[in-house]
């Protein structure tokens, strides 16, 4: 081992007698093993230190405290990343930091500081129109956790059987740090995960209800809706006729939903019982809540309730139905002379909507 170190005498006496460095330290400096190096003091006939001193060579470290302090304070440098700079112990800091009275980090404030993430991790931009989209998205299909006290990192996660929804959440989340996708299961369903920093606390928040912010700004509301149909929502064709609904089993989020689509002239019915709590889906999965649904069948409110989405959906496949439902509508207007819809007028009529 010690044949491969070029390392002459004299450099070697200077940086062990003169400089002080421990036989680790030097061995960092030539990429070699420490006791390599200690073969070479023995070798050269450089007395090695004994254990007493070279603790006492360890603790006599001179750090001035406003040199201390920058680092801390200022820099926010973590106690490890201070001792690298003096070849010193995470402790040893810690105690001049206590020497000299400067405060020490809680944990919920060191752990960011200490633990950084193997990928890059980016702030959220800010946008509300993106902000509301997301909640959206997460209100709809997503799970959301922090998984450590200091809320420093936001896990998102979920599985979908449809690739566009996986190449959705992949577009979305990948400019805020790193998105992993799994591989199709034998039911040809796809994982997907995720790691936010702290700016993304907001999606942690799965109540069943929409905040004001979003319901008062019609953009805001249409991202937000646009969201939780990416989610949730389908287009498409029963009986030859345009449809669109949602099924979930946010109750008041579906009416909030309801009463802002009516305010801008979109009518619809009250959300219903979809399927009771206890019953089975097509694929034998009993539903532990009350599932509730919308519907919108009227040719005039869903064409204005794609111009509403379209800026907003992401969902390829969504998008492509959008865009066979307009072609539907159009079709049955020109054979029907543009007739109105007029099916549900009386019941419209009753729950005080006046078309």
């Excluded at 254990?51 to 680092?71: D, G, T, W, Y």
């Excluded at 990343?81 to 020497?99: P, T």
């Excluded at 139905?321 to 007028?345: A, F, G, P």
Aim: charged share 30%.
């Amino acid at each position: 081992m010690t044949k491969s170190i070029k390392i002459i005498p004299s450099r070697l006496q200077e940086l062990y007698e003169t400089r002080k460095l421990s036989s680790p330290k030097i061995a960092e400096i030539y990429k070699c093993d420490p006791k390599s190096i200690r073969e070479l003091l023995r070798k050269y006939k450089i007395k090695i230190r004994t254990k007493s001193e070279a603790r006492k060579n360890f603790f006599n470290i001179n750090i001035p405290r406003k040199e201390l302090k920058k680092f801390y304070l200022k820099e926010r440098l973590s106690s490890p990343k201070i001792a690298k700079k003096y070849n010193c112990s995470a402790g040893f800091i810690r105690n001049k930091l206590r020497e000299y009275k400067i405060p020490i980090r809680s944990i919920q404030e060191a752990l960011p500081l200490s633990n950084k993430p193997i990928y890059p991790r980016y702030n959220f931009n800010g946008n509300l129109e993106e902000k509301a989209y997301l909640i959206g998205l997460r209100k709809g299909d997503l799970h959301v956790r922090s998984i450590n006290k200091a809320n420093s990192t936001i896990a998102v996660n979920t599985n979908s059987s449809k690739s566009e929804m996986i190449d959705l959440l992949s577009k979305t989340f990948t400019p805020y740090g790193y998105a992993w996708t799994g591989k199709p299961d034998k039911n040809n369903v796809i994982g997907f995960r995720c790691h936010l920093d702290k700016t993304f606390l907001f999606l942690l928040n799965k109540e069943d209800k929409i905040d004001s912010w979003i319901l008062k700004n019609k953009k805001y509301f249409a991202a937000f809706l646009a969201g939780y149909t990416d989610s949730e929502g389908t287009f498409c064709l029963c009986s030859n006729n345009a449809v669109f609904s949602i099924r979930s089993q946010d109750k008041n989020i579906l009416h909030q939903i309801r009463n802002n689509l009516v305010k801008l002239g979109i009518f619809l019915r009250p959300s219903q019982i979809s399927r009771g709590k206890g019953t089975k889906d097509k694929q034998g999965t009993i539903s532990n809540e009350d599932i509730w649904g919308l519907w919108i069948h009227r040719k005039d409110a869903l064409l204005k309730l794609f111009d509403l989405l379209n800026p907003y959906l992401r969902h390829k496949d969504k998008q492509n139905r959008v865009k066979i439902l307009k072609e539907n509508i159009s079709q049955r207007n020109k054979k029907h002379n543009n007739q109105q819809d007029t099916k549900w007028h009386k019941e419209y009529l009753k729950e005080g909507i006046c078309i």
